[in-house]
């Protein structure tokens, strides 16, 4: 490693993907092309396109209701797609809003029905989980953002609903076990916890679609993707190519439940060093902290480019905190090795003794 790689996204990918991907450039299993030439319909990719679903339903232990795509648009297409095929004009979705990607699906889903905002962290600063909420038994479904990579919450209780559960799980997916199949749709930009960006995960049930009486374009109806088998128009192929590699190193690491392990253990060393250090301080509710991004800040704030700037020197990057927020965070995603984490708390206490 170069690197001690904190980035919220892309992020860091496990070393034997690269190296693998790196040679796939060359020369693709022995074709004399490299993965970016190969056609997209043709056996050499038809067996990538296999694995990379089949491993995603192995590791989510789907049931067979479901389908797995690999789509373009990143998960902000999938804000608008959601309610384009599953919120009638004059129907209500409810949404649970605990930052600023759930606020942007929010705000496409209104353009296709009503939106009933279920519960909200806003008001303070979307520094918890909300915990009082009523779902209407009537609501085409309910919307929830699992982890939260700009203000550092996760959601460490799935909520119990008898409407269809959707949701974004973009920056926590395959981090720890759950019952994937309480849920009804699930998507996932790719470019945190499995693989490269360019694609997106869609795990959705056959039997949610089809139910609202729009017309919907053809390249966004989820029923034509599944139909073609996510190749209704050319697939990001290098891009599925490294979530496959990702998925197989993910199962031969023992799976969510080996990253479950590993994940607690970075958080609980970097939360302890911020709960303890008198220059840092942590910004989310305790029980609602995130395992995969760890919001914090100075109460010197004079002192947040110069930590940025040691850091640097150390080989540390990625922890400057989003835009929105300021202050710092260091994404702790599958890939990211506890030797990393262990270097920022070494980086922290020498920063301190100095300056608190």
């Given amino acids: 490693m170069k690197v001690h790689n904190f980035n919220a996204g892309p992020s860091i990918l496990p070393n034997e993907v690269l190296y693998k991907a790196s040679k796939a450039l060359i020369d693709f299993e022995g074709s004399g092309m490299s993965i970016l030439e190969i056609g997209h319909r043709t056996p050499l990719f038809q067996a990538v396109l296999d694995e990379a679903r089949e491993l995603v339903k192995e590791l989510m232990q789907l049931d067979d209701d479901f389908e797995v795509l690999y789509l373009h648009g990143g998960a902000s297409t999938q804000f608008m797609q959601i309610p384009m095929n599953l919120l009638e004009n004059d129907s209500t979705a409810s949404y649970i809003d605990t930052g600023v990607w759930s606020n942007k699906a929010i705000k496409e889903a209104k353009l296709y029905g009503f939106v009933d905002i279920a519960a909200s962290s806003k008001d303070s600063s979307y520094n918890h989980i909300p915990k009082q909420f009523n779902i209407s038994p009537k609501s085409s479904y309910l919307h929830i953002t699992t982890n939260n990579t700009i203000y550092g919450t996760q959601w ?67 029923r034509n993707h599944i139909e073609n088998g996510s190749m209704l128009n050319t697939p990001p192929v290098f891009a599925i190519y490294i979530s496959m590699l990702t998925l197989r190193w993910l199962k031969d690491q023992g799976g969510a439940v080996a990253m479950e392990k590993q994940n607690e253990k970075k958080a609980a060393l970097l939360y302890n060093e911020i709960d303890q250090n008198p220059l840092f301080r942590g910004t989310v509710q305790k029980e609602d902290r995130s395992r995969m991004n760890v919001s914090f800040i100075m109460d010197k704030p004079e002192l947040e480019e110069e930590f940025l700037k040691f850091c640097k020197k150390e080989d540390i990057v990625g922890i400057k905190g989003h835009r929105l927020v300021g202050g710092f965070r260091a994404s702790l995603y599958n890939a990211l090795p506890y030797e990393s984490v262990e270097v920022l708390v070494e980086a922290m206490k020498y920063f301190s003794l100095k300056k608190a």
């Avoid at 559960?165 to 076990?177: E, H, Y």
């Fill in 156 to 222: 460490h209780k799935i909520p119990e609903t008898t409407v269809p559960l959707i949701a974004d799980m973009s920056s926590d997916i395959l981090s720890r076990p759950m019952d994937f199949n309480k849920f009804s749709l699930i998507y996932a930009g790719a470019q945190k916890n499995m693989g490269a960006a360019g694609t997106t995960l869609v795990a959705v049930r056959k039997s949610i679609l089809g139910k609202v009486s729009r017309k919907i374009p053809t390249i966004l109806d989820y």
